[in-house]
């Protein structure tokens, strides 16, 4: 859109460069350089573009160049109605045009990608029933997953389930809604729910087992899709098979440099990395303006091990605010409310552990994280005595 002509290589750097990362997302049907750049300085309706080349999204953007100054504009369009769904501009010197270009790619990927993923979760669950596809199975089944965090486990994981399952139905060499299905078992192990019959689910080794069958199926009918390789490498970090768990994470991320994972940065301070996992984690919630509240646990938790107490509560505070029925945030609050001295609130926090787990004890859950570092193991325990949790 409008770039002048001298900017030509640095708006082609970042377009191209955009197309080959989004490429890189399996749920994204992307079209290739050669047939998007014939549209480049044209003023078509975006209607028009999205029915010639069979697309629902339209990325549209503009480089303007001043003698101390880059402006890049960035804009998704919803092709179907030539709706806007999100607009930035990003502002920088331009001293070095390919660190900003890979910059700016870098910030559009993430925002773009979590701008389209909410606007079809907007459009499947508007959509009726009898409409659906193995595709739009898997984004509902994707949409109850998030639920799940939110309250009401035990029935939005069987709802996910058995959305998982309509879509194999439909494509039984469907991969993502295969590792989906894997992800609602492990789901289930973790944390208890009192709703049959996934109660019955939690902490089964059996339970744990068919979420790693069902993985290594994923990975087996599909080994470039980078969400089959951290399903897997969640659950072998559960089983704890960490070294084996890591490898998954990394060819993970070789396909898709830009996945945003959340299970990443408990993997990474489980294993004693907790300054990198806290790099990780603010990285993602950075690029996803849509990043879900598990998210802030992550970093609580991080923060929690670095001995930054202060640091550690604030995001804390927000999960369990939004999460009132998921126990970690609570756990790890507790523990950091008491470590600063905060005995209402860390004994608050400390009964919402104890209200979602009624036999909850200090040893059991140190156990369940098998943290790598003493250290980090003993810290933990003294937060968790001091917030007057069992042993």
Do not use: C
Not at 103 to 124: C, M, N, P, W
Not at 148 to 174: L, M, W
Not at 198 to 222: K, N
């Amino acid at each position: 859109m409008g770039t002048d002509p001298q900017q030509d290589y640095f708006s082609d750097g970042i377009t191209e460069d955009i197309i080959t990362n989004l490429s890189k997302f399996s749920d994204l049907f992307v079209i290739a350089r050669n047939s998007t750049f014939a549209y480049k300085g044209t003023s078509i309706e975006p209607r028009q573009i999205g029915r010639e080349l069979g697309v629902r999204y339209l990325m549209q953007g503009s480089v303007r160049r001043q003698p101390d100054r880059l402006r890049i504009t960035a804009q998704l369009v919803d092709a179907t109605n030539s709706r806007q769904i999100w607009a930035e501009h990003y502002d920088r010197v331009p001293a070095d045009v390919f660190a900003i270009q890979d910059e700016v790619t870098q910030k559009i990927i993430g925002t773009l990608v979590a701008h389209i993923s909410k606007s079809e979760f907007d459009r499947v669950l508007r959509k009726p029933p009898q409409a659906f596809a193995a595709y739009d199975y898997y984004l509902r089944g994707i949409a109850m997953v998030e639920a799940a965090f939110r309250g009401k486990r035990g029935e939005n994981i069987r709802a996910a389930r058995a959305f998982f399952e309509e879509s194999i139905a439909s494509d039984p060499r469907y991969a993502p809604a295969v590792q989906g299905l894997a992800r609602t078992y492990l789901l289930a192990w973790q944390e208890p729910t009192t709703f049959d019959p996934i109660a019955r689910e939690y902490r089964q080794q059996a339970t744990l087992d068919r979420a790693l069958s069902l993985a290594q199926e994923a990975v087996a009918l599909d080994g470039n899709l980078p969400e089959a390789h951290t399903a897997l490498a969640q659950i072998l970090h559960w089983q704890y098979r960490r070294v084996e768990s890591m490898a998954e994470y990394r060819r993970a991320f070789e396909l898709n440099p830009n996945l945003a994972e959340r299970s990443f940065g408990p993997a990474l301070y489980h294993n004693g990395r907790t300054p990198e996992a806290i790099e990780y984690i603010r990285r993602i919630m950075r690029l996803d303006p849509f990043h879900p509240t598990q998210l802030f646990v992550n970093l609580g938790a991080a923060y929690y091990l670095s001995g930054w107490y202060t640091e550690a509560l604030g995001p804390l505070r927000t999960a369990t605010e939004r999460m009132p029925g998921f126990r970690p945030g609570f756990v790890w609050r507790a523990a950091a409310a008491a470590q600063l001295g905060l005995d209402q609130e860390a004994r608050q926090a400390a009964s919402g552990v104890l209200r979602l787990q009624p036999d909850f004890g200090i040893s059991e859950w140190l156990r369940f994280l098998r943290l790598a570092k003493q250290e980090d193991a003993d810290r933990l325990a003294d937060g968790l005595r001091k917030a007057g949790l069992p042993e």
